[in-house]
């Protein structure tokens, strides 16, 4: 379906054409075909196909198509500016290809040349090496003349020729014939003429210091004069040696004999130095690291003739001050007039430029990877923070704001005071002995400094109505009733009292640090039993427990711990949390786990005693 309606739009375009409306051609022909001339060759060659019209017809309307596109993507003030007027538009369009050709590496340029004949018509000479594309210079042309200039071009092809260039490429010369006229047809065009003092004449000399680049040379291509620095920089006599023995023609790419030279007069010629300067001469005494590079000339060739000779105005091709070094060459070198200065100090700032931004560029990336490396060790340090402090207290701390405090501070001691003094009641009652409270810890224990047998039911005991008194007092920031962590661990200890200015009765032993491993990991509202004290209690079949299981303790490992829930009697009130489920065994007759007492010893040493008790650590 597509193919069919690129068919119908080419026989449709044909028609327009054979009935001479070629701008409504035109304009069908831009959506057909692309913006450049190698991406729409095939789509031409179809179109001449189904259409019935011939190539070079089509190939002239895709000439003015294309100075339209041109001028509607980024060139327009490019073009506008090429040329005061029509000639020299044609005679710097190889300039111009040859600057778009530092952008577009694989472009195949034609070259352009515009002579001015007897009856004011423009001799205009076209060469390329892609043959039969000669008709879109037809269309480009007209286009140019009617939309730069506001002139009519009458164009007409006077005589095509095809000729080999080096390294054995053919090469299409097309040369037209073009009538300028005004778009008014008022008056024919009249190009500016300016004057010239006839008598007046400069010296070799001064010429040779004014120009110190430039170079004459005769159809032979025998030098007959050469610029001051050139001859300075050489250091050798020029006069009537070959062109070819001194430079060697790099751009552009053909032999260098003057039918070329004038054939491409529009061209940038640049010229390599053979011979050694006198500068590389001396450095390469102190430097024979390697060859030092050549010097090459950029310049204009100009055909003079009066005397029937070419003269080459050029300046070294120099873009930074590297080169400069390099080639031995100083600023001074350069004439004050010519751009290379200018261009050698930008290029050198730009250059600095570039290498700054490189060096930013690399410091932003090691930047962004230590602010990596930096927020993953901020999440580490927010991560153990929040373990050891409250998320919201520690964001507040953080942000450098006080925490503000769920209740005051005197409601806090109130409600300790109230709870301790239940505690310290419940300790006459039960015979056991308070050891310390530090903080929101309590500590009791049985078995010293009075011994008994009984030492673990006075401790379960009295642990069953802390539980029951603590659940009596109501915490001041919420109002609900307090829930604390009960351990219980049974085993031997040394007791004795410490100090002479405030001595205190202290406990030391490895039943202490297991008795607070119990507690921090127990569960609120529970009483958290070790397995001897476990031991001790299940044998009086008094007691009734929950079996917990194994658990991981810090500093003593695996573990089968229990949870207390009362006598026959008395039985705490479980909370409703994951344990709730567990197996319960002891007062109603049967045991989920039996263990072997441990035997311990009743020894006494000095003031020191040391034999079995229970200790109770609460928070």
Not at 160 to 173: D, F, L, M, R, V
Request: hydrophobic letters at 40%; charged letters at 20%.
């Amino acid at each position: 379906m597509i193919k069919d309606n690129q068919q119908l739009h080419y026989m449709l375009i044909g028609l327009l054409i054979r009935h001479s409306f070629y701008f409504t051609a035109y304009l069908l022909m831009k959506r057909l075909f692309g913006c450049s001339i190698l991406s729409a060759s095939d789509k031409i060659q179809q179109f001449s196909l189904f259409s019935g019209v011939e190539l070079p017809v089509v190939l002239e309307i895709f000439g003015e198509y294309f100075l339209q596109y041109c001028l509607r993507h980024g060139y327009d003030k490019m073009l506008k500016t090429l040329g005061r007027n029509f000639k020299s538009f044609i005679q710097n369009l190889d300039s111009l290809h040859a600057l778009l050709a530092l952008t577009y590496k694989n472009i195949v340029a034609p070259s352009f040349r515009c002579e001015t004949n007897e009856d004011d018509s423009l001799s205009l000479h076209y060469y390329t090496i892609r043959p039969g594309l000669y008709p879109i210079v037809l269309g480009l042309v007209k286009a140019v003349a009617r939309d730069l200039y506001n002139q009519e071009a009458e164009i007409s092809v006077v005589e095509k020729s095809q000729e080999i260039i080096a390294g054995g490429k053919t090469q299409e010369h097309v040369h037209f014939r073009v009538v300028l006229t005004r778009s008014d047809d008022t008056k024919s065009l009249v190009e500016f003429r300016p004057a010239f003092l006839t008598d007046f004449k400069i010296s070799a000399e001064q010429f040779c210091n004014a120009f110190p680049y430039h170079i004459i040379f005769d159809s032979n291509l025998k030098i007959k004069q050469s610029g001051m620095m050139i001859q300075r920089l050489l250091r050798i006599p020029l006069i009537d040696r070959h062109m070819c023995d001194i430079f060697e023609l790099i751009h552009p790419q053909m032999q260098m004999i003057v039918i070329n030279l004038r054939m491409f007069i529009n061209a940038v010629f640049m010229l390599k130095v053979l011979l050694p300067t006198k500068n590389q001469i001396t450095h390469q005494t102190t430097e024979r690291n390697g060859d030092m590079p050549s010097l090459i000339l950029k310049g204009q060739m100009m055909w003079l003739d009066d005397i029937q000779h070419m003269i080459f105005i050029s300046s070294p091709r120099l873009s930074s001050l590297t080169e400069l070094m390099e080639m031995n060459v100083y600023l001074a070198d350069i004439p004050l007039y010519d751009v290379t200065r200018e261009l050698v100090l930008l290029n050198q700032q730009r250059i600095a430029e570039i290498d700054i931004a490189k060096r930013l560029d690399e410091t932003t990336m090691e930047l962004r990877k230590t602010s990596k490396a930096l927020e993953e060790e901020k999440k580490k340090t927010e991560s153990l923070l929040y373990q050891m402090l409250p998320e919201r207290v520690a964001v507040e701390l953080k942000n450098g704001r006080p925490v503000p405090a769920a209740c005051p501070a005197i409601d806090i001691v109130n409600m300790l005071n109230d709870l301790y003094n239940r505690f310290d009641a419940c300790t006459t009652v039960h015979g056991v002995y308070k050891v310390e409270t530090i903080g929101d810890a309590y500590m009791i224990v049985s078995g010293v400094p009075v011994k008994t047998t009984a030492h673990a039911q006075l401790v379960a005991n009295f642990a069953l109505d802390m539980v029951a008194e603590a659940s009596n007092v109501n915490s001041p920031a919420t109002g609900k009733p307090l829930q604390i962590r009960v351990g219980i661990h049974s085993g031997p200890v040394v007791a004795g009292v410490v100090g002479n200015k405030m001595p205190r009765y202290c406990l030391f032993g490895d039943t202490v640090n297991t008795a607070s491993r119990m507690e921090s990991h127990g569960s609120a509202g529970r009483i958290h039993c070790s397995p001897d004290s476990h031991s001790h209690l299940i044998q009086t079949k008094e007691y009734e427990f929950r079996c917990r299981g194994e658990v991981d303790v810090k500093g003593k490992g695996k573990m089968t711990t229990f949870f207390l829930l009362g006598t026959r009697d008395k039985r705490i009130s479980e909370p409703l949390d994951e344990h709730i489920e567990l197996p319960i065994e002891g007062a109603n007759g049967t045991d989920a786990v039996k263990l072997t007492n441990h035997k311990t010893s009743s020894d006494v040493s000095g003031s020191l005693g040391k034999g079995v008790s229970s200790t109770c650590n609460i928070v």
